[in-house]
């Protein structure tokens, strides 16, 4: 197997757990505060956050070099998978802070879904950016 074909195989789960993580966090507002879905949201967040270390990573380290207007959107894939790598290390270490801290009921609370909110619509945007280099560009194809 060639290692190129590591960060495709990778950018999959952390779209996935960041979403259906977003997803959860909303049931938790909706259904009465209900701590299954808090807890749901929380190590969906965090498998996602590690996920999406994986993916900046390899997409950093093991994949081609790029040039033209294929570089060009390589390079703003790359910025916004970092911009949203940063903003779900510190959703996830602001989540736990207020877990651990016995935080959870204080009004801190609240700004978890909004950023959540964001954060899932910065994975989707990214993943849209990748995906438009496979099929715009053919890469990996």
Known sequence: M??????????????ALIIVGFLSEVCFWLYKKNMLFSMGSLYLLVLGTLG????????????????????????????????TLGILILLSGFRLYLLWGKKEETGLRKVIPVVYAIVAGFV??????????VYNFMIGV
């Not at 060639?2 to 779209?15: A, G, R, S």
């Not at 270390?53 to 970092?82: D, N, P, R, W, Y």
């Not at 989707?124 to 280099?133: E, V």
């Open 2 to 15: 060639d290692t190129t074909h590591l960060h495709p195989m990778l950018v999959h789960f952390p779209i």
């Open 52 to 83: 999406a270390l994986a993916a900046v990573l390899s997409g950093l380290f093991l994949t081609a070099e790029m040039s033209g207007t294929a570089g060009q959107q390589k390079e703003i894939h790359e910025l916004f998978g970092k911009i």
């Open 124 to 133: 989707g945007y990214t993943g849209f950016l990748g995906g438009s280099l």
